[in-house]
Nanobody, 122 residues
Framework: VQLVESGGGLVQAGGSLRLSCAASGLTFWSYTMGWFRQAPGKEREFVGAVRWRSGSTDYAESVKGRFTISRDNARNTVYLQMSNLKPEDTAVYYC????????????????WGRGTQVTVSS
């Protein structure tokens, strides 16, 4: 499976960005797609995830109500719509696939993109 993120950039606090994750490969539609982020000096943390087939989602408490994950099955793409961004959202954002359940555990994902930088200025 190959994952390619895009859409990162610099935005002011309170602004919005939409990240995309284009997926290619084998039988990914039965799996979960996740978004994670890693800020400098911090561990990678779960942001949200979506089941390809059902569309069920899960979010970290820190982003609930501000971030929304959606998917376009025809385009094999998952999106992370981020609104009301805060400086603490600054991080490299990664998409991941391969988890068999809706999970926050990064070790259950077996394919990762290279990440896209999101910087939120105050």
């Amino acid at each position: 499976v190959q994952l390619v993120e895009s859409g990162g950039g610099l935005v002011q606090a309170g602004g919005s960005l939409r990240l995309s994750c284009a997926a290619s490969g084998l039988t990914f539609w039965s799996y979960t797609m996740g978004w994670f982020r890693q800020a400098p000096g911090k561990e990678r943390e779960f942001v949200g995830a979506v089941r390809w087939r059902s569309g069920s989602t899960d979010y970290a408490e820190s982003v609930k109500g501000r971030f929304t994950i959606s998917r376009d099955n025809a385009r094999n793409t998952v999106y992370l719509q981020m609104s009301n961004l805060k400086p603490e959202d600054t991080a490299v954002y990664y998409c991941a696939s391969g988890a068999r359940v809706l999970t926050t555990n990064p070790h259950e994902y077996n394919a990762w993109g290279r990440g896209t930088q999101v910087t939120v200025s105050s």
